[in-house]
C-alpha cells in the first residue's frame, strides 16, 4: 500500500511505503535512492518506511524479504519489466499544481 503527502513548499512527496507480511524483516529497494535498501519497521503485521520522492516522477521499486524474496507491491500505482526478467513496482508523484 502507498501513501503519498504532497510538500508544497519542498515539491516532493512524503511517500510511506506499506507491505503485510509474517515476515521476519523487509527492505524497500528503490531506484530514487540508488536502489540502496531501507529497513523496514514492523507493526501489527505491517511493515512500514517512508522516503521522500521530487515530484512530477516515476519510481521503480521492490520489497526484500527475509534478505531472499523479491516482492511486487499490489497497490502499486504500475509495474515495469525489469532485467532480471520480472517485474518492478512503480510509484508516481506527480503534483498537484
Known sequence: ????????????????????????????????????????????GTFAAKLRLPANGRYQYRYLVNNSEWVNDEAADGYTPNEHGTTNSVVETFSAN
Not at 516532493?12 to 519497521?41: D, H, I, Q, R
Open 1 to 44: 500500500m502507498l501513501k503519498k503527502k504532497y510538500v508544497k513548499s519542498k515539491d516532493e512527496y512524503e511517500v510511506t511505503f506499506e507491505l503485510p507480511s509474517e515476515a521476519t524483516e523487509a527492505a524497500l529497494v528503490c531506484e530514487a535512492n540508488g536502489w540502496e535498501p531501507v529497513a523496514m519497521k514492523k507493526s501489527k
